[in-house]
């Protein structure tokens, strides 16, 4: 390829990498947590109460005296197969006010139910904490504090562009790419081996961008695929799917007459022995479009959610309403649509893709920051034989210093409102609205920090403020095992993110250590150096 189409792609590469690359960094370090939300959730619950056990057995008679008790619950509710931390209930809601954004997870109060002693329902209103679905929407929403629908059509023109400098890069590395593949030149030129660590981690996780590209553009505008779709595969009936198909004759709305739900798990079985069920959802009980979805997954199938799949049931009759949904089941046409779902989420091949999924997400946030580090030691202006330092251009000590507050400050941020979860709660009336006030406060005071002490200097700071809020994690675990008298707890079950949380808080000591050496003894001429950082 002639060398002037080279530099054609390679200008692509570069400015829509700085367009979007302190966004994705966003995206990409909240996304590869979120793949592990169910255990963030089950660390930051309390212990559920003992009252709230009813079995499996009892849970038709829950069913009955909750919904005579609270008319409104047959709206639609969840029945939980395995409690757990996270879901303490076997019976449980959440409501929604009149005009609120049916895509934001946050919106709504909910409610648990549970059998009082004399066997009367008793109804509560509760206040689980929404840490992980917190950390999903700044990964869908590239870090921006609003979940609405400008939000995630800001987030799916970021992708577009992210794609676009993921088609350049290829190409700007397509000469090269034989020779330079796994060429790791280590030595004293420093830039060199962070562009050597940039390609080839881009190019080794090339497949999984891509993935990740296409699908989110693919989220950001998925009511109007879903019209689409509507129009071209359902004719018309996709709703059908989710809220069912009204019948010729109204089914008796009496939730005795119902089917139990032991009965319901046995149909979901029959039509696949392999599914294994998580939790009965039940839809619009008092019209004549109720249904039952049983939501599960099957280990050898892709699921659509992150929930799983699921099969719809008639709740009176036990009929089959839908199976579109159930993994192992799908059609080519939805099997297409849920792999769009699947290949973001993880919700494949069990735990080693996840961990896969969630080691290359933290690669993928690499990759954004030191993308910025490259273009920014590109432009550095070196001193002359005269030996005068020259001034560093503005716009390379702003993006330096927006590059370290937004990255570390979102690192921070995420691992503090963490560890504020447990700290936090019993002592706060909303615990959820604080997860955003702790968030957002320690990001832009980061950001601001970054601004005024200089990149280089604040970036040594940053990452040893990374490093602390990390070890916050394991630290508030190990107090609350220690100090039962603290009021928090230390579930065994989660082990897992208070060990993930300790090696990235090594890993961060370590950064901050080099960035230290490279700050004190780097070249002067750069923004990272100690004297230049005073002037930016």
Known sequence: MRSDYIRIYKSVHTWTGILTGLALFIAF????????????????????????????????????????????????????LELAEHQPARMSWHEREEGQDDHDALAGRHYTATLSTNGSARIEEAQPSQLA?????????????????????????????????????????????????????????LKRMWLDAHNIVGIVSLPFHIVMAITAVVFAYHDGIYALQNRLIHSGNLAGAFVGSPTAKPAPRDPASMLPPPEL?????????????????????????????????????????????????????????????????????????????????ATFGGMPVRWMYFLLGLAGAWLFYSGNLLWIESRRKKAQQSGSIPEQRRDTRWLAAGTVGVCFGCISGISLTIAAG?????????????????????????????????????????????????????????????????????????????????????????????????????????????PCAAKA
């Open 29 to 80: 370090y909240a996304g590869a947590l979120t793949v592990f939300k169910e255990p963030l959730a089950r660390w930051v619950s309390p212990p559920a109460p003992a009252a709230l056990a009813v079995s499996l057995a009892d849970s038709q008679v829950l069913i009955e005296r909750t919904l005579a008790a609270h008319p409104a619950a047959t709206k639609g509710f969840q029945l939980n």
């Open 133 to 189: 679905e917190f950390i999903d929407i700044l990964h869908r929403v590239v870090g921006l504090p609003f979940d609405n629908d400008p939000a995630r059509w800001f987030m799916g023109i970021v992708a577009s562009l992210y794609a676009l400098a993921l088609f350049s890069g290829v190409i700007v590395l397509l000469p090269s790419l034989v020779k330079d593949f796994f060429a790791l030149r280590a030595g004293k030129n």
């Open 265 to 345: 798990l046995a149909r979901a079985s029959a039509l696949a022995p392999d599914f294994m069920p998580s939790s009965l959802q039940y839809v619009n009980l008092g019209s004549p479009r109720a249904m039952v979805r049983v939501w599960g997954t099957t280990p050898a199938s892709l699921a659509p959610r992150a929930l799983g799949g699921f099969v719809a049931l008639d709740p009176f009759s036990g009929k089959v309403l839908n199976s579109d949904f159930m993994p192992g089941k799908q059609n080519g046409a939805n099997l297409t649509i849920s792999s769009f779902f699947a290949l973001h989420m």
């Open 422 to 530: 447990k700290w936090l709660n019993g002592h706060v009336a909303d615990l959820n609205a604080w997860h955003w006030y702790v968030y957002y406060a320690i990001f832009f005071a980061s950001l601001a920090w970054a601004f005024l002490r200089g990149p280089g200097r604040a970036a040594v700071e940053l990452l040893w403020l990374t490093a602390l809020c990390t070890f916050a994690i394991p630290l508030t675990s190990l107090l609350a095992w220690l100090s039962p008298a603290l009021g928090m707890w230390a579930h065994t079950s989660t082990l897992g993110v208070d060990l993930t949380a300790l090696a990235g808080g090594f890993m961060l000591l370590w950064a901050a250590r080099a960035t230290a050496r490279r700050v004190r003894s780097g070249p002067a001429d750069s923004v990272w150096s100690a």
